[in-house]
């Protein structure tokens, strides 16, 4: 059996450092977990054939090196201008990841006598009480890949996100083929978590599943996966607001679509450290999308209403418009609230859904409510908003699966 340890110390042997800001943030990640150097000659020496342990401790090396650089980037503010360059060193990361992975997983194939053999150590980011978490089973550190490939992915869709000047006389924008880009990179990333969840979770001992850190506890895995998916419905909705053929129906189902996810997000989500660090911004992140989902599917649910001809109708759009502009108004409360929690960050410039909402909700509210005064008295107007349509929820993670055994243990089978 393997066990499991945790302590307080960072990767370099010193107390984990917090950064103080992190720059523009549009899709949260709670820092990148990074795997500690392992001595897999000294600990496998002996037990495997020499070609494969060579091999696997370059991968991991590399995967190490790699990691250490690309955390260290994305704990600092970036300028905008090292988008392309970041999104090539996040590209390669992922690479080294699946590389890795396809070699590692030797350790836990079937019959394997070695899944205990190395003791695995990797730096958390949410997990307040365990800087570190080492473990001797690989199926921990497969875990601890798929979750790093994942937070790579959300760090990569948050860059797309970013606002870039083009050369073309306009201000910097999102563009829409970033737009629809992350829409991709969101499923990719909900893909390995539901991977890790399915494949990986269940071959983990009770015991040792306990000892996990609160960074890779299947609530967290799956809030994480669901988040990726709420913000790809984000994307889509954006991109509807912008396409002329889009209608409010399509508009209204994909709103509410969005509050289904956040709303899942939230009772998924474990009991995260609240005090600081990224456990309460984790927290605070959640609050904000379900609040901003809140105003946009009631402003497209109250445009729809208002559509009837009746008094009641009219009553429940008027009702619907106000809800979406007291819940704008709270995401905006909670945004700053987000953004001002350490590690600080700032808000980028709004696009998409968020510009529309601001732009249109105040406005919009406040003259549908003058309008349906004339005709009813304020008291018929005003009223309790009305329920949300409930609407399947149409996006799913990648489906993503372990990728084969490097062809190098094939030579160790052939050799046992």
């Known amino acids: 059996m393997g066990c499991g340890a945790s302590s307080q110390k960072d990767a370099v042997g010193g107390p984990r450092r917090r950064p103080g800001s992190v720059g523009d943030v549009v899709v949260f990640l709670p820092g990148l977990r990074v795997p500690r150097s392992v001595d897999l000659a000294q600990a496998l020496g002996g037990r495997l054939d020499r070609s494969i342990v060579e091999r696997l401790s370059a991968l991991r090396a590399r995967v190490v090196e790699m990691a250490m650089q690309e955390s260290a980037a994305a704990l600092k503010p970036r300028r905008k201008t090292a988008a392309a360059r970041h999104g090539s060193s996040t590209a390669n ?14 350790l836990v194939k079937e019959g394997s006598t070695l899944r205990h053999t190395v003791q695995f150590t990797w730096t958390n980011q949410e997990d307040n009480a365990a800087e570190e978490t080492t473990m001797a089973d690989a199926w921990y550190e497969v875990l601890s890949v798929l979750h790093l490939m994942a937070m790579v992915c959300l760090l990569q869709a948050n860059t797309l996100l970013l606002p870039r000047s083009y050369g073309d006389g306009y201000a910097p924008r999102v563009s829409e083929e970033s737009r629809r880009a992350t829409v991709d990179v969101f499923l990719k990333a909900a893909g390995y978590l539901d991977c890790a969840i399915r494949h990986v979770i269940p071959q983990i001992s009770p015991e040792l599943r306990r000892q996990l850190p609160v960074d890779l506890v299947e609530g967290n895995l799956k809030a994480l996966s669901l988040q990726a998916l709420g913000q790809g419905v984000d994307m889509q909705l954006g991109l509807a607001i912008d396409s002329p053929k889009a209608t409010l129906a399509v508009k209204r189902r994909l709103a509410c679509e969005m509050v289904k996810y956040w709303q899942q997000v939230q009772e998924s989500i474990p009991d995260l450290p609240g005090s ?97 005064q004339d005709l009813y008295t304020q008291e018929k107007v005003i009223g309790t908003p009305p329920p949300l349509p409930d609407f399947a929820l149409a996006l799913t993670p990648d489906d993503y699966d372990l990728p084969p055994l490097d062809p190098l243990w094939n030579k160790e089978d052939r050799c046992q």
Do not use: C
Not at 93 to 106: I, K, P, T
Not at 324 to 350: D, G, M, Q
């Open 93 to 106: 990361l992922l690479q080294a990841l699946e590389d890795y992975l396809s070699v590692l997983l030797g």
């Open 276 to 372: 600081d660090g990224w456990g309460k911004k984790h927290r605070l992140f959640v609050k904000w999308k379900y609040v901003e989902a809140k105003a946009a599917a009631y402003y497209f649910h109250g445009l729809i209403l208002d559509e009837g001809n009746t008094e009641k109708s009219h009553g429940m759009a008027i009702a619907a418009l106000q809800a979406s502009e007291e819940f704008l108004k709270e995401s905006k409360r909670v945004s700053e609230a987000f953004h001002a929690t350490p590690p600080t960050s700032k808000s980028s410039t709004p696009f998409g859904t968020a510009k529309y909402m601001f732009d249109k909700i105040p406005k919009d509210a406040s003259s549908k409510v003058r309008i349906n």
